[in-house]
């Protein structure tokens, strides 16, 4: 729910005494989440994307709240600022190291041309360390029942860990990436905390590989006939979604998912179909504005598109940019409601639970997490929703 | 009164409600008691009682009033499903939606997002260029010498060229930079070379290097012409633009960067924006080298105008319009400028015609570079 658009009045009729018993339900309504995208991309635009905090923040808001798990919804308690903040003190780190980078690089170029290339396995370790501690970050933002999750562990082994398995993938063409996933997902779940439940990860790697392995010997196929590339990646991510639900415990409680395989395939061609038509649109647009300003510079058209002039004109750089922005803009809309929301909805529709009395009264634990792999996350380009 | 099933009865009691006490997760059937406070009883016994100017707005599902309280654990919360109670406590709690930014909040954020890009903008423009001068010359010489090494062994891998030296032809060229460099007042510490490159360019490194490509030789007429586009780029060394040109687009890349909030500064936008505003910079960094080599060729009694003539024959010819992105100054200017400022020769010629045939042939006999086409990764062709 966005905090603005929320009217400071009484909540809507529906009130009829208590909400039926099913383990997990969704109760937002895509329109409003469509809402909400749209005026986000819009303060994007105008803020030169620092409005990015606070978007990200009221789709949390508006997903966790009403995500309904056994009757009770769960609520988002991260705001913007935090975000902010942990942006700019991740800036405040990433800066010198960049430099540090850089004259490293020097350093190793001074020997052998583009021998700082490695160096970028360092960014890969830091970035892993960005997605352990934004996920804490997530976590601890997370409430439901009046008591938050909380996560202990460590940023950095986590960080190496991965590292390893990453260069394990490289050697193995990735086949080990579903035991790379169970093992880093162990670790994380092993150190996740809802109250004093403490949470752990049954999924094994070799039921994902059961489950998947067929997918990894299209892949290479999928790279030539590109159009069968979303259908590959769609059911690995279903597939990778319902192992991973499946495997997810926290005390008692143990989560389970029935989604089927090619339960995300519509969703990614939705995206593809929104993408080739803001892409003619954007192309029809490009060339209305290059015969715009051809027209106005006076010379024939002809002559203009042969001249380099074409692409030296400040008007029409101008306009290109500007219709760059917005067609940016409007396919991260289309992608928020498609992959965020319309994602979310139909991996809850998917998720079973057992065993929640375990979660009837557990008792408040954990401290709050700061925001500072959030931003990392985001100075790195890694990081989820 | 101890209720462990979370579902409330059939016919929910008045000012019915759930509350969670924010240290356990359980589920409190409740019934409010509208006092001069807010009293959450269940079945007799009172589990809080909050203050309705405490009392904040906690996000919700549509169709639910949440409730926390400033004085209550910080995850207490109430949870009022009945239309009619939720409409009783709204008209209670002042400051209901205290914590909530607003619209107000909204224009805070824009307000100042714009500011911070105006002034990332004015720092590109103005600021930038006064430092990146101020700088440049307190950076020490052996670093920008190892910056040169840097850029020398890519350049060398990126366009796959090596260094002509066929001794007849190294011989002239030798001849032929140091009078140029002893004209323009320079050291020995300056270092330059041909390289088998098909392309018709020349360019200056950090660190005193200047590299010829033979595809320019190839194009070249005389000797002038090779010596003033030799000069032009002396001229970048003495005013060490590659240094600051460096220092400049490095933190402009970075501001640029910081303003899309991409701290590795790769997007397309960021791209473009950076080359109209460094290439203003380097137009601005051309002419000055222009006017060096004019004056230099002046110094030796050679005319400047068969430099700027090379330059038409390369570039060919450039329509006049808004060339703002270009990072150099229009051929056709420069010729004009060299013209302008042109003297007739009243020194001796800089090379003999001999000298002069094997600087052209000084690629001879690496049958390999010639002939190679142009690279995948073209560069601008016009780094004269």
């Given at each position: 729910m966005n905090e603005m658009s929320w009217p400071p009045q009484v909540p809507p009729p529906p009130p009829s005494s208590v909400p039926p018993p099913m383990p997990v339900a969704f109760s937002g309504k895509r329109g409003e989440f469509f809402e909400l995208a749209k005026r986000g991309a819009a303060l994007e635009l105008v803020t030169l994307g620092f409005y990015r905090f606070w978007l990200l923040t009221d789709i949390r808001r508006h997903l966790w709240s009403n995500t309904l798990v056994d009757g009770d919804a769960a609520e988002y308690t991260g705001r913007g600022k935090e975000l902010l903040i942990g942006f700019l003190v991740a800036l405040a780190i990433l800066v010198p190291i960049y430099l540090g980078y850089f004259l490293i690089g020097l350093e190793a170029e001074h020997y052998q041309?583009?021998?700082?290339?490695?160096?970028?396995a360092f960014f890969y370790l830091f970035g892993q360390f960005a997605i352990f501690r934004a996920r804490r970050y997530r976590m601890t933002r997370t409430v439901w029942r009046g008591v938050r999750f909380w996560m202990t562990g460590s940023g950095w082994i986590y960080a190496l860990q991965a590292s390893l398995w990453g260069l394990l993938m490289i050697l193995t063409l990735g086949l080990v990436l579903p035991w790379r996933a169970a093992a880093l997902e162990r670790y994380k779940m092993r150190h996740s905390h809802y109250g004093d439940l403490q949470g752990s990860f049954e999924g094994r790697g070799w039921e994902f590989f059961k489950r998947g392995w067929w997918l990894w010997l299209l892949t290479p196929i999928a790279l030539y006939i590109i159009p069968i590339a979303p259908f590959v990646y769609a059911g690995y991510k279903a597939i990778e979604w319902r192992w991973w639900l499946s495997g997810v415990r926290f005390g008692g409680v143990r989560l389970e998912s029935s989604l089927p395989k090619s339960a995300l395939i519509g969703l990614y061609w939705k995206v593809i179909g929104w993408m080739t038509l803001l892409g003619l649109v954007f192309a029809v647009y490009l060339a209305l504005c290059a015969v715009l300003v051809a027209s106005m510079s006076g010379e024939g058209l002809t002559e203009f598109f042969k001249t380099p002039e074409l692409m030296r004109s400040i008007p029409l750089l101008v306009l290109l940019g500007l219709g760059y922005l917005v067609f940016a803009l409007a396919l991260n809309v289309v992608i928020r409601v498609y992959l965020t929301r319309d994602l979310w909805v139909i991996v809850l529709g998917s998720v079973n639970i057992s065993g929640i009395e375990a979660a009837a009264n557990v008792a408040a634990r954990g401290d709050l997490a700061n925001a500072l792999g959030e931003g990392f996350a985001d100075g790195l380009d890694v990081g989820g929703f | 009164m101890d209720s462990d099933a979370p579902e409330i009865s059939k016919t929910p009691p008045a000012n019915a409600a759930a509350y969670f006490d924010g240290t356990s997760s359980r589920r409190r059937a409740v019934t409010l008691h509208f006092s001069d406070r807010l009293e959450i009883v269940e079945g007799e016994q009172t589990l809080a009682v909050w203050d309705y100017a405490d009392i904040r707005r906690a996000d919700s599902p549509s169709g639910m009033l949440r409730l926390g309280c400033l004085t209550a654990p910080a995850l207490a919360r109430l949870e009022v499903r009945d239309n009619a109670v939720a409409t009783e406590l709204v008209s209670r709690c002042a400051n209901l939606d205290e914590n909530t930014p607003g619209r107000r909040g909204v224009a805070v954020i824009v307000g100042w997002s714009i500011a911070a890009a105006v002034s990332i903008v004015a720092v590109v423009l103005f600021g930038l260029p006064l430092i990146a001068d101020r700088l440049a010359p307190l950076v020490p010489e052996a670093f920008e010498r190892r910056l040169g090494d840097v850029a020398d062994s890519q350049i060398k891998t990126m366009f796959d060229a090596k260094v002509c030296d066929n001794a007849a032809g190294q011989k002239a060229f030798v001849k032929l930079v140091t009078s140029i460099r002893e004209s323009a007042g320079m050291d020995t510490s300056v270092q330059s070379g041909v390289l088998s490159s098909s392309l018709p360019n020349a360019f200056a490194l950090p660190g005193g290097r200047v590299y010829l490509f033979n595809g320019l030789l190839a194009k070249a007429e005389n000797a002038d012409e090779i010596a003033g586009v030799l000069a032009h780029e002396l001229g970048h060394l003495k005013h060490r633009d590659s240094m600051r040109g460096l220092i400049r687009d490095g933190s402009t890349s970075f501001l640029i960067g910081l303003l899309f909030g991409d701290i590795t500064g790769s997007s397309a936008l960021i791209f473009g924006s950076r080359t109209l505003v460094t290439s203003s910079h380097s137009r601005e960094a051309e002419t000055n080298a222009d006017g060096f080599a004019i004056d230099v060729m002046h110094r030796l009694g050679r005319p400047a105008k068969p430099t700027g003539e090379l330059l038409l024959r390369v570039t060919g010819k450039e329509s006049k319009g808004l060339s703002i992105i270009s990072t150099h100054p229009l051929s056709e200017d420069r010729l004009t400028r060299m013209s302008r400022e042109d003297r007739s020769a009243s020194g001796p010629p800089l090379l003999t015609s001999e000298e002069w045939r094997a600087l052209k042939s000084i690629c001879d006999g690496k049958p390999d570079s010639a002939k190679k086409p142009d690279s995948a990764k073209k560069p601008d062709p016009a780094k004269i």
């Open positions: 041309a583009f021998a700082s290339i490695p160096l970028i | -």
